[in-house]
Antibody
Framework: EVQLVESGGGLVKPGGSLRLSCAASGFTFSSYSMNWVRQAPGKGLEWVSSISSSSSYIYYADSVKGRFTISRDNAKNSLYLQMNSLRAEDTAVYYC?????????WGQGTLVTVSS | EIVLTQSPDFQSVTPKEKVTITCRASQSIGSSLHWYQQKPDQSPKLLIKYASQSISGVPSRFSGSGSGTDFTLTINSLEAEDAATYYCHQSSSLPQTFGQGTKVEIK
């Protein structure tokens, strides 16, 4: 069974940093592209970043470019999102999702709240 | 950026009724359009991929159609468990984008 479990969310002040993790199991992690997608409270889905299976290709939404860094460790079956210079508008549930197209499995999400 | 516009934003439907949700892309995306269901306090679940391809384990009452700029998700004979928000998603070009969502309520 495919499982994606996010962790690392919490309350952080504007300008602060946070690192999210996503632990994958039930599939060959190193064979799949992975993504981060976020959802602000009561709002729709927003794609944040993607990374290819070998980390050769990395993409970001303009809204996070230069502030967020996606990475992965295939030996540890883990995906990461380093978030710096956080803003109030980054407040959201962050999901990790498997796949290039489509996003076929999603984790349960981790809540990031940016507030003073 | 490709903008996806769903209609309607909200639909209140009685059980066994047919539901049709449309998704219009701001430019042609071929068949790179996928549909997800998100129930309250849950993560999204893939329903249909590449506009019309079914997903294992998804009830057959869910179907998709369309290509280019106009797409449709159809739920035949709605069941109470189908109360959710439905999103379309394009993977044709970066940035990947989602429609704003269509909330389906059961009367």
């Amino acid at each position: 069974e495919v499982q994606l479990v996010e962790s690392g969310g919490g309350l952080v002040k504007p300008g602060g940093s946070l690192r999210l993790s996503c632990a994958a199991s039930g599939f060959t992690f190193s064979s799949y592209s992975m993504n981060w997608v976020r959802q602000a409270p009561g709002k729709g889905l927003e794609w944040v970043s993607s990374i290819s299976s070998s980390s050769s290709y990395i993409y970001y939404a303009d809204s996070v470019k230069g502030r967020f860094t996606i990475s992965r460790d295939n030996a540890k079956n883990s995906l990461y999102l380093q978030m710096n210079s956080l803003r109030a508008e980054d407040t959201a549930v962050y999901y990790c999702a498997r796949g290039e197209q489509p996003l076929d499995y999603w984790g349960q999400g981790t809540l990031v709240t940016v507030s003073s | 950026e490709i903008v996806l516009t769903q209609s309607p934003d909200f639909q209140s439907v009685t059980p066994k009724e047919k539901v049709t949700i449309t998704c219009r892309a701001s430019q042609s995306i071929g068949s790179s359009l996928h549909w997800y269901q998100q129930k309250p306090d849950q993560s999204p679940k893939l329903l249909i991929k590449y506009a019309s391809q079914s997903i294992s384990g998804v009830p057959s009452r869910f179907s998709g159609s369309g290509s280019g700029t106009d797409f449709t998700l159809t739920i035949n004979s709605l069941e109470a468990e189908d109360a959710a928000t439905y999103y379309c998603h394009q993977s044709s070009s970066l940035p990947q984008t989602f429609g704003q969502g269509t909330k389906v309520e059961i009367k």
